[in-house]
């Protein structure tokens, strides 16, 4: 990133309501929104929180697509809601499976647009890594995903739509009266990890974990839950009382200087004034610890200063140190620290009493590691234009 360049959340982002004739979806409406749609297309007011909850059981807690399928409302009623809304989830257009069982769903969704969304089973929990934009407006110099030129926000349904669609791979729609709990579920975790910053997507993210989180929807617990951000300050405060998850930061160097570089959002928000706000996050949310993800970057940020320097940082701050060893991408500018020099930065800040586990790259093999998720379109465009390249420097 130049100093031109703005720092922008100024996105395009879908309108809720569908166009002029179009049916609305209900997927991703809050509670209230459900509410509302239904009265303004002719059901009484008296009925509507009643059928506000058994619409979004059959449709969260069921995983029902049709109206049809919901048996406790009367025929006619079925067939109004039939004429007035949809149950709309992005489509999977392609799922690719990894040898150590990670699975990578490109979902397509309105406007042609392509998100990755990767599902990582884990010893007694399956984690989903969602995405909240299609690109990023950031361009940390490390992720794949800020080199996608194409930004548009997710809406509300775009986001829970992915766990529905994942859910669907998985199977995990359970028999009614039978929800499995939290801890022995196929997808028991969500990390807002994918493609994206979430908290430039405030709004939509929040409506979409509230229904992750809500007992009657997804039925998630919030501390399963990790929201990801390169440290938008304004909105943390936010995120602490209007969702209340956990929260990730992605930290990644130990000075300005470097984190300039890196996050180039720090221009904006500074490490001293990101530590600020991150400060206040456990009381706001009534939470515990926030992980600080920390990419092991070569000869950039991984000497032994730096470790001591970052557990100096973080004093007073509990937390818990994600060291994600770098994954690689085509074109990119680094490379991943050597085991023995991610071992002895572990080993610092384990020594100064914090948890460093260091985040074994899941699904490599299929491109589905952290920071490498970008659309396979705009892929095949770069691929084009550097055959192209090519092709003229040859010529
Ligand atoms: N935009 C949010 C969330 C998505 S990125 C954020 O930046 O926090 C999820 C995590 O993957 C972040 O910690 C990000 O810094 C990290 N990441 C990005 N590119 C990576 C790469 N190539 N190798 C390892 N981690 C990467
Ligand atoms: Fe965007 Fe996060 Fe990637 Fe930075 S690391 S470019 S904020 S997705």
Not at 82 to 104: C, M, Q, W, Y
Not at 311 to 318: E, F, N, R
């Amino acid at each position: 990133m130049t100093a031109e360049t703005p720092i922008t959340q100024d996105v395009m982002t879908l309108p809720r309501k569908a166009p002029e004739g179009g049916k609305v979806n209900l997927v991703g409406l809050t509670r209230d929104g459900l509410r509302d749609a239904l009265i303004a297309h002719g059901t009484p007011e008296k009925q509507a929180k009643m059928r506000v909850g058994q619409i979004w059981q059959w449709i969260y807690q069921k995983g029902v697509r049709s109206f049809e399928e919901m048996t406790n409302l009367s025929k006619a009623y079925r067939a109004e809601l039939e004429t007035h809304f949809t149950i709309a989830v992005p489509e999977v257009v392609s799922r690719l499976v990894s040898n150590d069982g990670t699975r990578k769903y490109l979902v397509r969704i309105a406007g042609g647009h392509e998100v990755e969304v990767v599902y990582i089973p884990e010893e007694g929990r399956g984690t989903l890594c969602v995405s909240s934009q299609v690109g990023c407006t950031l361009t940390c110099s490390f992720c794949h995903t800020g080199t996608q030129k194409l930004v548009r926000n997710l809406t509300a349904a775009e986001i829970v739509g992915q766990i529905m669609v994942a859910r669907d791979d998985l199977g995990e729609w359970p028999e009614p009266g039978r929800a499995p709990k939290n801890e022995t579920r196929l997808l028991s975790n969500i990390v807002l990890m994918g493609m994206g910053e979430p908290l430039y997507n405030f709004d939509n993210v929040r409506d979409a974990m509230k229904i992750a989180m809500d007992g009657e929807g997804i039925s998630l617990s919030r501390r399963r839950i990790t929201l990801s951000t390169s440290g938008v300050v304004p909105e943390i405060a936010r995120c602490a009382e209007e969702i209340g998850c956990l929260l990730a930061v992605s930290f990644h160097a130990t000075t300005n200087e470097v984190r300039d570089k890196l996050v180039p959002i720090n221009k904006r928000w500074n490490i001293e004034t990101l530590l600020g706000a991150l400060k206040e996050y456990p009381r706001l949310s009534n939470s515990e610890r926030i992980t600080f993800e920390y990419v092991m970057l070569k000869d950039v940020n991984d000497s032994d200063a730096d470790a001591r320097r970052l557990v100096k940082l973080i004093s007073g701050i509990p937390a818990k140190i994600n060291l994600i060893p770098f994954n690689e991408w085509p074109g990119s500018p680094y490379q991943r620290s050597d085991e023995a020099r991610i071992r002895a930065f572990a080993d610092i800040i384990y020594k100064a009493g914090y948890a460093s586990p260091i985040r074994t790259p899941r699904g490599e093999d299929i491109m589905a590691a952290c920071g490498q998720l970008k659309s396979a379109t705009e892929r095949a465009r770069k691929s084009r234009k550097q055959i192209e390249a090519e092709i003229q420097a040859e010529g």
